[in-house]
């Protein structure tokens, strides 16, 4: 089946490691974007990739870093620079170099212990 | 950025009933976006519509591009489409989402 995975669900952290949420993608669509919930909150984008081993930072870059070394898969390194990082994390991709519609995953939902 | 505004934010209806989301944006954009957001955290896109109408079963969207806002309309609403109803925009510039802080919807029977 098509679509968008990430792994881990659930992740737990102690304060001061950095961890490593996975995204990864079969529908051959250029671009892919990391974003952060909050809870009641709307979606705010950390990093967006439009082509392989290129990305930018969006609104919330900061504490976080992202590689793109292949075209389905776009990890997102959360560092111990991060100072809140306890929330929901959702990837998503779309085609033609982020012109087209957004497709979701399921979510990582990471809590700093 | 952009700046994507959504109303109300809260919604509560009986089963059965009819409403309308609004979601006004600041600038010009040629993409635009709803999706629903169900109680477990996974965005399903409802519709991907930039200007005009779309319809899908009971729900249908408008987009007056010129006037800034879009329009998401749910007739006959079951409990099941209870959640939180997203809107994202994408800019003439750039290729940023901006998303809304979204509509909560609870469809009590």
């Known amino acids: 089946d098509g679509g968008i995975t990430q792994s881990p669900k659930y992740l737990f952290r102690k304060e001061g490691q950095n961890v490593t949420l996975s995204c990864e993608q079969n529908?051959?669509?250029?671009?892919m974007y990391w974003y952060r919930q909050d809870p009641g909150q709307g979606l705010r984008l950390i990093y967006y990739?439009?082509?392989?081993?290129?990305?930018q930072k969006g609104d919330i870059a900061e504490g976080y870093s992202v590689s793109r070394e292949k075209k389905e898969s776009f990890p997102l390194t959360v560092t111990s620079a991060q100072k809140n990082p306890t929330a929901f994390y959702l990837c998503a991709s779309s085609k033609d170099r982020g012109r087209g519609t957004q497709y979701f995953g399921p979510g990582t939902r990471l809590t700093v212990l | 950025g952009i700046q994507v505004e959504q109303s109300p934010p809260d919604l509560i209806l009986q089963e059965g009933a009819n409403s309308t989301l609004r979601c006004n944006f600041s600038d010009s954009v040629n993409n635009l976006q709803w999706f629903h957001q169900n109680p477990w955290g996974q965005l399903i896109n409802l519709f991907y519509?930039?200007?005009g109408t779309k319809q899908n079963g009971r729900l249908s969207a408008t987009t007056v591009a010129t006037e800034r806002y879009s329009l998401l309309y749910i007739s006959s609403s079951q409990t099941t489409d209870s959640g939180v109803y997203f809107c994202a925009v994408q800019p003439n510039t750039g290729n940023q989402f901006y998303f809304g802080t979204g509509t909560s919807l609870t469809v009590i029977p």
């Open positions: 529908l051959n669509h250029d671009a």
């Open positions: 990739s439009q082509i392989v081993n290129d990305f």
């Open positions: 519509i930039p200007s």
